[in-house]
């Protein structure tokens, strides 16, 4: 796990307006980690960025279907 104190978060542009689906994601090299950024002192989840390209990579498809 990779300290908080050194990524750079940013808000998805699909977060929603009201407070309720708010995701941060920041990238270290060879991961992706996303947490809540209602709760971003609680746990995160560190993924592959392969792993993170091909779950965007199927949103994107599933947007357009």
Known sequence: MHRDDNLRWVKSS???GSGT???EVATVVGDVSVRDSKLPHRARIDIGASAWEDFVSALRL???D
């Open 14 to 16: 699909y977060s929603g």
């Open 21 to 23: 689906e708010c995701v």
């Open 62 to 64: 599933e947007r357009w």
